[in-house]
């Protein structure tokens, strides 16, 4: 399987611990995503790379989060101090710009996403 | 300020229905779209992109409908199958141009695909 993967894929911690994610990107994208989504509701944009680059954070993105893709391959998300208000699927997705009809696109491809939960 | 929004939260349909997903958004500047499907459990799978230089754009079963004059885009899937039972949502880039970043997700819209 060629897709993006994430590890692990459910993690169940209690309030103050840190926990770190891996994404694995489709080979060859440049472009590295991270996202929340919470039930109910569609995956909220928490940053992305292109490459090693962090390009952008959302205010989403308090302290207590850091992403990091020190290669321009895989990527880790880590939280600490983790909060209750953290349980959530944690999305990554992955894309390279490609040029179609004259045009670029940028398909994000999704993983299957990481389950935290914190008690 | 810029949003991604859906009409319907829940659809039920029968085998063999088309059915027709709808999705509105605010941002004049949006150029690209994509649908997602999402099973339970499962990250959001890729169905269908279009770009704003395009009205409608079809794939296998499913075909897109852009209206830049309203705002508006439609997801219709031929011949429901219960497989298709998901979360489907639609999603935009706010920033233009050829460098695409962030996606903004609406609240996603329930297919329930009854045999």
């Known amino acids: 399987d060629t897709g993006v993967s994430q590890n692990p894929r459910h993690k169940i911690t209690k309030r103050g611990q840190n926990v770190t994610f891996r994404c694995d990107p489709i080979?060859?994208?440049?472009?590295l995503y991270w996202y929340r989504q919470t039930l109910g509701q569609g995956p909220e944009f928490l940053t992305y790379f292109q490459n090693e680059a962090q390009l952008e954070k959302s205010r989403l993105l308090s302290d207590r989060f850091s992403a990091e893709r020190p290669k321009g391959s895989f990527s880790t998300l880590e939280i600490q101090r983790t909060e209750q208000g953290d349980s959530a699927m944690y999305l990554c997705?992955?894309?390279?710009?490609?040029?179609?009809?004259?045009?670029?696109?940028?398909?994000?491809?999704f993983g299957p996403g990481t389950r935290l939960t914190v008690l | 300020g810029e949003s991604v929004g859906l009409h319907l939260p829940t659809l039920s349909v029968q085998e063999g229905d088309n059915s027709i997903i709808n999705c509105a958004y605010s941002?004049?500047?949006?150029?690209?779209f994509i649908w997602y499907k999402q099973e339970s459990g499962k990250g959001p799978q890729f169905i269908i992109d279009?770009?704003?230089?395009?009205d409608k754009r079809q794939g296998q079963r499913v075909t897109v409908l852009l209206n830049k004059t309203v705002k508006h885009l439609s997801l219709q899937i031929a011949a429901t199958q219960p497989g298709d039972s998901a979360v489907y949502f639609c999603?935009?880039?706010?920033?233009?141009?050829?460098?695409?970043?962030?996606?903004?997700f609406g609240q996603g819209t329930i297919l329930t695909v009854h045999p």
């Open positions: 997705a992955s894309s390279k710009q490609l040029m179609r009809a004259g045009s670029y696109t940028d398909t994000q491809y």
């Open positions: 080979s060859e994208h440049n472009r």
């Open positions: 999603a935009g880039p706010l920033t233009g141009g050829t460098s695409y970043g962030k996606l903004t």
């Open positions: 941002n004049s500047a949006s150029d690209y």
């Open positions: 279009i770009r704003s230089n395009m």
